[in-house]
């Protein structure tokens, strides 16, 4: 440890210390003001924030706040890092996915910056048949191959090794993951007739002749898709691996073969913290696991920016989450890191689109220096107890797991898509409520947008667990608003009727303003009622002004034609005033019940 010279220059020097509970009474004179009033940890406790899986993210963290050693890179617990060095060589393994035939796009991507291709092959995406055809020019010793080909995994990896043997490849040269996922593939489809035995005969060939090569990837992205919480992935990531040394220890791998044969895969999302955690914990409980089945290792990590959180409407706004992701992501350890593309969403990606998303991770490697860091967010007070806190969360769904037989057992009895489904239902509720907003969707719509058209993508596979979005409430009521402007030549409209002074309504005219667009409903604030073509209103002003004129006002537009009242605050008595809209209501259940009394299918 480097030891500063006695300068003379101690900072902060001419300060005295400041104590935690100098810090909570400072909060609680905050609350106080805001009519609350609660004193030491309780109002410290105010200011959290609850997470799901039972976590809170609380508003100071000390060198109080204790977690367990995370030890050091590349050592168990691999808390740190799965590697010494971490990203320091080189940065992360830039992997981009590819789901069409498009030879050119693979090229392209190959010559400016991706260092790894994920294709997805089979009948969910590039026909085996094509794969030569595909790969053509690609130099196979040095750019990594991984493939994702559900039922069509064993003739998909079979291709692959024919054309390293036809293309001269040394076996000790071909790297990447022949992609069977048995499990995630029957989370994906519902379809659980996938024979074992092909895998492990891969797993074996891989163990035997091509070190480089990986034959299985445990994808938690089915997880995080259709719904669950970073605990669930996590507890889902890690039956389905110990599911798989079973499987492969059973067929005559050693343990040490077997996990050395298995890549996890991750969603990384805009909740950068979240999301460094999970990788980190990730880490840890896979070590744990290993280190209980005789061959303590590490964890290989492909993080993969989250489809949950790509929008559909103004999707320029995913370039900024999937960057967001893609940090947390670095930060976190992963050793490849696939950004989908803004418009994954709409269809097949651009070529604008490709190249945004391979950029953004050399922006972080190459002038970020993101990578020139082991472990960035290591010592944190804060990251350091999330990671042991999500930990713990993550390993209690994976003891529910095997309790109840492990996760086949899990997936065909449905029990996991009902906890999933459950963690889901709440977060749809904050959806709904805009208590997570989604910008560009539920917050600061564009009404005025052209919608991006692409290509239809290949169909992903469905007939198992559902695939959700966080903008699908909102997109539901976008697309009637849509067919209602095809079919008149005009939007729903609202009109915001403002009480008194700029000062007074303001607030509450931009509030109702944003919450209506959301829904797909024109918002009219220039003129008289009469004029405005619309059927509804929204009073918006001030609570005094409220109390002296929004009774009287309300009356006078139902006797001029208005069909609904609205008003922007909190529910009041006013005679006439059919509804309220306020920050935290259920703006979806507004909004739909508005479009339904207007006509809009």
């Given at each position: 440890m480097t030891v500063l010279p006695d300068d003379g220059l101690s900072l902060a020097a001419e300060f005295p210390d400041a104590t935690h509970e100098q810090w909570q009474r400072l909060v609680e004179g905050v609350l106080r003001k805001s009519g609350k009033e609660v004193s030491g940890a309780a109002a410290e406790d105010a200011l959290s924030t609850t997470l799901e899986d039972g976590l809170r993210a609380r508003p100071l963290y000390t060198a109080d706040d204790s977690a367990p050693d995370p030890g050091l890179p590349g050592f168990a617990p691999f808390v740190r890092g799965g590697r010494?060095?971490?990203?320091?060589?080189?940065?992360?393994?830039?992997?981009?996915?590819?789901?069409?035939?498009?030879?050119?796009?693979?090229?392209?991507?190959?010559?400016?910056?991706?260092?790894?291709l994920w294709l997805v092959a089979g009948a969910d995406g590039i026909p085996v048949s094509s794969l030569d055809r595909v790969l053509d020019g690609v130099y196979l010793d040095l750019a990594p191959v991984v493939l994702d080909a559900g039922r069509d995994v064993e003739p998909a990896a079979r291709e692959l090794l024919r054309l390293y043997q036809e293309r001269g490849v040394a076996k000790e040269a071909a790297r990447g993951n022949l992609g069977a996922d048995p499990l995630g593939h029957e989370a994906r489809t519902g379809d659980g007739g996938l024979d074992f035995a092909p895998v492990a005969a891969l797993a074996g060939l891989c163990a035997e002749e091509y070190p480089g090569l990986r034959a299985l990837t445990v994808d938690a992205l089915a997880y995080h898709e259709a719904g669950g919480s970073a605990a669930q992935e996590l507890g889902s990531s890690l039956a389905t691996g110990v599911a798989y040394l079973r499987e492969l220890t059973e067929a005559g791998l050693s343990v040490q073969q077997a996990v050395a044969q298995l890549e996890f895969r991750y969603a990384a999302t805009a909740d950068q913290f979240l999301t460094i955690a999970k990788l980190r914990a990730a880490r840890r409980l896979w070590a744990r696991v290993t280190e209980v089945c005789g061959a303590p290792g590490g964890q290989v990590q492909h993080a993969v920016t989250s489809p949950v959180m790509m929008s559909r409407r103004d999707p320029w706004v995913n370039m900024l989450r999937t960057t967001v992701a893609t940090l947390a992501a670095g930060v976190g350890g992963a050793d490849a890191v696939t950004v989908l593309p803004f418009d994954h969403a709409l269809g097949l990606p651009d070529a604008f689109a490709r190249r945004i998303a391979r950029n953004t991770s050399t922006i972080l490697v190459e002038e970020s220096h993101l990578s020139r860091v082991i472990d960035p967010a290591g010592g944190s007070w804060y990251v350091e107890r999330l990671t042991d806190e999500l930990a713990h969360a993550g390993w209690e769904f994976f003891q529910w797991i095997e309790r109840e037989g492990g996760q086949a057992a899990v997936l065909r009895s449905g029990r996991l898509g009902q906890d999933l489904a459950r963690t889901w239902e709440a977060r749809s509720a904050k959806l709904a409520e805009r208590r997570e907003p989604v910008t560009g969707v539920s917050e600061f719509p564009n009404l005025a947008e052209r919608l991006v058209e692409r290509a239809p993508a290949p169909v992903p596979p469905s007939g198992g667990l559902p695939r959700v979005r966080r903008d699908e409430a909102f997109e539901v009521l976008r697309a009637r608003s849509d067919a209602h402007l095809a079919a008149t030549g005009s939007r729903p409209r609202i009109f915001l009727a403002a009480l008194g002074p700029a000062a007074a309504h303001t607030a509450r005219l931009t509030f109702a303003s944003n919450l209506f667009q959301a829904g797909g409903i024109e918002p009219v604030t220039e003129g008289a009622f009469e004029d405005s073509g619309a059927t509804e209103v929204c009073l918006c002003s001030s609570d005094t002004l409220y109390e002296e004129r929004a009774a009287e006002v309300a009356g006078e537009l139902k006797t001029t034609g208005a069909g609904h009242v609205f008003l922007a605050g909190r529910p009041g008595q006013y005679p006439d005033v059919d509804a309220y809209v306020f920050a935290g209501c259920d703006a979806v259940a507004v909004l739909s019940a508005t479009l339904d009394r207007m006509g809009v299918s």
């Open positions: 010494p060095e971490g990203n320091t060589l080189g940065g992360w393994d830039v992997r981009q996915q590819h789901t069409a035939a498009d030879g050119a796009a693979v090229l392209g991507d190959l010559e400016n910056g991706v260092t790894s």
